[in-house]
């Protein structure tokens, strides 16, 4: 029992644990993993501001008319006029936006216009690149530099080209805006320093277009072709990586945050909560540990005295006397096996009388049964004008009567030469009716006519034969043979009852030799009526467990029996 309460404590002190873990630990690891998901997705939106900023400046200049009309005339007239023109045009439409450095347009046969705005080397370098010459030879109708930096005068600048195809007529131009992205560059690296270890702009093939400071193990993690599109977290084994969606140049920017970043303003609070909880736990285990012991040893004492009793000892009392609930259980205990013991015996003295009167319950059913179609008959004769018949009959049935009377109400056996003189009587009102066409045979040596079998057994299995298996369906007419066999062996009486009729039908013998489906199937008011009774009745006096009915076909229907011999 001390085990018991050792586990007890134990199982105690693990839930105590993972609780706390689940409720307490999970949480924090909720609120920080929540809280860096926010960052991260403030940083693409400032992303998202800046791009959607260089989505408007390309369509505010492709869409001004007057440069349309200017590019459209240089080509009918080339020459200087024009192309200053239209330089001059460029500077005006960026003049406002403080971070559109220059604007350049690349046209049809070589011609370039640009914005008077100075261009550095490394812009230059944009004209030349393979996301510039992608979009020049029209692969794709929008496109982005990396961002790139340039240092002057101990300035350092962060820049990003974008790149646009659009068509004047026929005649195809690539327009690439320089952009100012030192505000954007420099927010982003202030997120990422105050609540990640670094971050990193890419496209969805990998392709890096900005990064700063630690980014783990994106490299890796893009060798198992993971993509980003469609989530905003992942827990990978080296840290956390959070994701936020730029739309419009389908970009990710994905932070890292290894774990004693994520957790260690946290890690000490949990460790000292969670010892103090352990502690607290493990000292209540100790102190509980007497009062336990005194609470389970009785209960433990009663549960041994209850196993007896379902081992079959009725005579097992409990002696736990004390005046608490567990005396009071005892008590009450002791009373029920009192009780248990005197419903028995009552049980035990009823349950055979009561079976008896079930039994005979049921042969009363077939009585009324047969006494229904013997007054069908008597009908029949009265109709037909024949006293003489319908007084032989009624005699017959009177036998038959008195032959039931004549056995006490509580017997459920009855001779077989007496079941015998009850079908020769049903006999004779049945050849009656008849005229002697049907054939009964009775093969049972005299030395078990005083044997005692089920009561009213024998009759309702040769009526069964009769209506239902020597009969014509088309035109009523009755012809045939039926047998009555018995033989007796050392265990038991064999009872074959058989006739040479049409047999049962394969479905019927399906339900008839299945007792779970028999009586609900079969068991309806004037059909077969006999053969569920029979059923019935054999089960309630050799148990439901012996299966000692079996009904086939063998060039007639047979029901044959085996009755243990008591």
């Given at each position: 029992m001390?085990k018991?309460?050792?586990l007890?404590?134990?199982?105690?002190?693990g839930l105590t644990?993972?609780l706390y873990y689940?409720?307490?630990?999970?949480?924090?690891?909720?609120?920080a993993?929540?809280?860096s998901?926010?960052?991260n997705?403030e940083?693409a939106?400032q992303?998202?501001?800046?791009?959607?900023?260089?989505t408007?400046?390309s369509?505010?200049?492709?869409?001004?008319?007057?440069l349309?009309?200017k590019?459209s005339m240089?080509?009918?007239?080339?020459?200087d006029?024009y192309s200053?023109?239209i330089?001059?045009?460029l500077?005006?439409?960026i003049?406002s936006?403080h971070?559109?450095r220059?604007?350049?347009?690349?046209g049809?046969?070589?011609?370039?216009?640009?914005?008077l705005d100075s261009l550095?080397?490394?812009?230059?370098?944009?004209l030349s690149s393979?996301n510039y010459?992608?979009?020049h030879?029209q692969?794709h109708?929008?496109?982005y530099s990396?961002i790139y930096?340039?240092?002057?005068n101990?300035?350092?600048y962060y820049?990003?080209t974008?790149?646009?195809?659009?068509?004047?007529?026929?005649?195809?131009f690539?327009?690439?805006?320089?952009?100012?992205?030192?505000s954007m560059?420099s927010?982003?690296?202030?997120l990422?320093a105050?609540?990640f270890?670094?971050?990193?702009?890419?496209?969805?093939?990998?392709?890096v277009?900005?990064q700063t400071?630690?980014v783990?193990?994106?490299?890796?993690?893009a060798?198992?072709?993971?993509?980003y599109?469609?989530?905003n977290?992942?827990e990978y084994?080296?840290g956390?990586y959070f994701s936020?969606?730029?739309?419009?140049?389908k970009?990710n920017?994905?932070s890292y945050?290894?774990?004693?970043?994520?957790?260690?303003t946290?890690?000490?609070?949990f460790?000292i909560?969670?010892?103090?909880c352990?502690?607290?736990?493990?000292?209540?285990?100790?102190?509980?540990i007497?009062?336990?012991?005194?609470i389970?040893?009785?209960?433990n004492?009663l549960?041994?005295?209850m196993q007896e009793?379902?081992?079959?000892?009725?005579?097992c009392?409990?002696?736990?006397?004390t005046?608490d609930?567990?005396?009071d259980l005892s008590n009450?205990y002791?009373?029920?096996?009192?009780?248990?013991?005197?419903?028995i015996?009552?049980?035990?003295?009823y349950?055979?009388?009561e079976?008896?009167?079930?039994?005979?319950l049921?042969i009363?059913?077939?009585d009324?049964?047969f006494?229904y179609?013997?007054?069908s008959?008597i009908?029949?004769?009265?109709r037909?004008?024949k006293?003489q018949e319908?007084?032989t009959a009624n005699?017959a049935?009177i036998?038959?009567?008195?032959?039931?009377l004549?056995?006490k109400t509580?017997d459920?056996?009855?001779?077989v030469?007496?079941?015998m003189?009850v079908v020769k009587?049903?006999?004779?009102?049945e050849?009656?009716?008849y005229e002697?066409?049907?054939?009964?045979?009775?093969?049972?040596p005299?030395?078990l006519?005083k044997?005692?079998?089920?009561k009213?057994?024998?009759q309702p299995?040769?009526?069964?034969?009769l209506?239902?298996?020597?009969?014509?369906?088309e035109?009523g007419v009755?012809?045939?043979?039926?047998?009555?066999?018995m033989?007796?062996?050392?265990?038991?009486l064999?009872?074959?009852i058989?006739?040479?009729g049409?047999?049962?039908p394969?479905?019927?013998?399906?339900?008839?030799?299945?007792p779970?489906e028999f009586?609900?199937?079969l068991?309806?008011?004037?059909?077969?009526?006999?053969?569920?009774?029979i059923?019935?009745?054999?089960?309630y006096i050799?148990g439901k467990?012996q299966?000692?009915?079996?009904?086939?076909n063998?060039?007639g229907?047979?029901?044959?029996?085996?009755?243990?011999?008591?």
């Amino acid at each position: 029992m001390i085990k018991r309460i050792l586990l007890v404590g134990i199982i105690c002190l693990g839930l105590t644990v993972l609780l706390y873990y689940q409720f307490y630990w999970n949480n924090l690891k909720h609120t920080a993993v929540n809280n860096s998901i926010s960052t991260n997705l403030e940083i693409a939106n400032q992303i998202n501001a800046n791009i959607e900023n260089l989505t408007d400046t390309s369509q505010y200049i492709v869409n001004s008319a007057d440069l349309m009309n200017k590019l459209s005339m240089y080509y009918r007239e080339p020459g200087d006029y024009y192309s200053n023109d239209i330089n001059l045009m460029l500077s005006g439409l960026i003049s406002s936006m403080h971070n559109i450095r220059a604007v350049y347009i690349d046209g049809p046969d070589d011609m370039q216009f640009h914005s008077l705005d100075s261009l550095w080397p490394e812009d230059i370098e944009q004209l030349s690149s393979d996301n510039y010459q992608e979009v020049h030879d029209q692969k794709h109708t929008v496109g982005y530099s990396p961002i790139y930096s340039v240092i002057t005068n101990a300035t350092t600048y962060y820049l990003l080209t974008y790149y646009y195809n659009f068509n004047i007529g026929s005649r195809n131009f690539t327009m690439t805006i320089f952009f100012n992205a030192t505000s954007m560059v420099s927010s982003i690296c202030n997120l990422t320093a105050t609540s990640f270890d670094g971050c990193v702009l890419s496209n969805y093939q990998q392709d890096v277009f900005f990064q700063t400071g630690d980014v783990g193990s994106q490299e890796e993690i893009a060798k198992e072709n993971y993509t980003y599109k469609d989530v905003n977290y992942l827990e990978y084994k080296d840290g956390y990586y959070f994701s936020g969606n730029i739309a419009t140049p389908k970009w990710n920017i994905v932070s890292y945050m290894n774990r004693s970043t994520l957790f260690g303003t946290f890690l000490e609070q949990f460790i000292i909560s969670l010892v103090l909880c352990v502690l607290m736990t493990v000292f209540l285990i100790i102190a509980l540990i007497p009062v336990l012991y005194c609470i389970i040893q009785p209960v433990n004492d009663l549960n041994l005295t209850m196993q007896e009793v379902v081992k079959g000892n009725l005579n097992c009392y409990s002696s736990i006397q004390t005046d608490d609930e567990i005396g009071d259980l005892s008590n009450v205990y002791n009373k029920m096996i009192d009780s248990l013991n005197r419903h028995i015996e009552t049980i035990l003295r009823y349950q055979e009388k009561e079976q008896k009167m079930i039994y005979n319950l049921l042969i009363a059913q077939i009585d009324t049964h047969f006494i229904y179609n013997t007054m069908s008959i008597i009908n029949s004769f009265a109709r037909q004008g024949k006293t003489q018949e319908i007084i032989t009959a009624n005699s017959a049935l009177i036998k038959i009567m008195q032959n039931c009377l004549r056995v006490k109400t509580i017997d459920v056996t009855d001779t077989v030469e007496q079941e015998m003189d009850v079908v020769k009587q049903y006999w004779i009102i049945e050849n009656m009716r008849y005229e002697n066409e049907v054939e009964l045979l009775w093969d049972i040596p005299k030395t078990l006519y005083k044997e005692n079998i089920p009561k009213n057994l024998i009759q309702p299995i040769v009526e069964n034969c009769l209506f239902h298996g020597l009969v014509d369906e088309e035109t009523g007419v009755m012809m045939g043979t039926i047998t009555v066999l018995m033989r007796k062996t050392d265990n038991y009486l064999q009872l074959r009852i058989s006739d040479n009729g049409c047999g049962f039908p394969s479905e019927l013998l399906l339900f008839l030799n299945n007792p779970g489906e028999f009586t609900e199937k079969l068991n309806e008011r004037g059909k077969h009526i006999g053969l569920a009774n029979i059923r019935q009745r054999l089960s309630y006096i050799y148990g439901k467990d012996q299966n000692v009915i079996s009904i086939y076909n063998d060039h007639g229907a047979v029901v044959e029996m085996h009755l243990p011999i008591a």
